[in-house]
């Protein structure tokens, strides 16, 4: 029966490896029973992600990684999502309500999991009486660039599919008009615990993969998520207005997932940069499309109106979006109104190419975590080298500032960095040896419209080091 599901599914485009099933019988059980309800399970090969599908609800389950001696493992409580549909041809007993729940792992090589489960569980997966499946998804290659897309005007910045190494859609896009934006969450903790950008984009290869190879559906079904940090990804293929697969309704509605899960029992609470992403995409969709966001519509897929900005509950029987990111939506409803008022987001992000240049720099290509196709570096201890960029305001504002550059143990720990702003001269440092492959906050400061701020980089930190000068971003709150 699994064998008949993976031979109906195409190949995968790349050599990327599908995720494997196994479904748990009494004797996988009574081998991996470690006694007081923990089974150890060994991977049939390095994995980065597991899911886990029960018959039963998987309240008081636990997931843990194991760690070398001495070190505490973090444990995962498990709540799975029972408003999922069956898949055709998955193992166990038919007409039965299954749950699920996907739990990533920060480290590449991972090679067994511990699952503890409440007394009455371990009990009846211990006398065969559970019907159970974990499902290994693998480490994938990321396609390399992490560039954004062109951004139109309004659009906030989109890291395209080609960035988090997406399979093909195995389906052609549909399209509708899109009338309301639906709030999701995606229902995994570790998701909220991410702490970089290349996490956050093996998170959603990994949801993509597990919604695919898994639940049997044709792409990812979000239309986008958003990471804890405030990147927005582009989920489901096709493009703008693509009808995605995220609250059963779909037609007419831009599907937008907070990765984490904001809801009892962990209790996960948005961040800011969360919240502004999502009145960032909300926002210049509703423009673009007319629609009010403090209002309700006519929503085609359904069949019924419905509020504009709504969340996923609001349509189905279901605890998602979470109370805690419920909880906001009338916030960022009225936020969403004010941006489209005030006309739209400003997010700028400027190459080290946009740049300019004196003394020494060389061009490298060759670091992990670098922004887009190459950035420039400069030896400390030399002839003083500085790299500037000078981008105009667009619009008056408080702006965020970041900066990106690619970690690595020769960089300096104290790379000068300098904003001059009417005259004014800002001045800080950043270690350049961490953080490296995300943005990363230098401050916020308020510009005037046509203001043309200075920001520099220079090689002045202690002598031994190099320092990167890669991708500047300003943006607009
Ligand atoms: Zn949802
Ligand atoms: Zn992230």
Redesign the pocket.
Known sequence: MLSLLFLCLPQAADSAQLPIHQELTQADWRAAAKGQGRFLFAAPMSFRSLGVWSSRAMDGVQIAHPKPHGQTPTAWPLVGQPDLTEVPGFPGPAGQRWVSALVHFPQNQTSSVVLSLPPSLAAMALQGDLSCALVWVPVNPLAAAQLPQTRAVGKPSVYARTSWGADPPQCSAGYCTTTHVAMHHTASASEYV?T??S???SNVQANQAYHMYTRGWCDIGYNYLI?????IFEGRGGGDDVVGAHDGANCGSMGVAF?GYFHSPHNQSLTQVMQNAFIDLAAWKCDQQNIDPLGSAWYAGYGANMSTVYGHRDVSSTACPGDLAYANLPQLRVQIEQKIQSGGSVDLILDNATASYSGTWNTGTSAAGKYGSDYRWASTGTALARALWSPGIPQSGTYEISLWWPAGSNRSPQTPIGLLVGGRLYQGSVNQQQAGG?WNVLGQISFASGATPVLGIENTGPSGYVVVADALRLRKL
Do not use: F, I, L, R
């Open positions: 991410s970089s950008w996490e956050c984009a990471c804890p940090h405030g990147d990765m995300q």
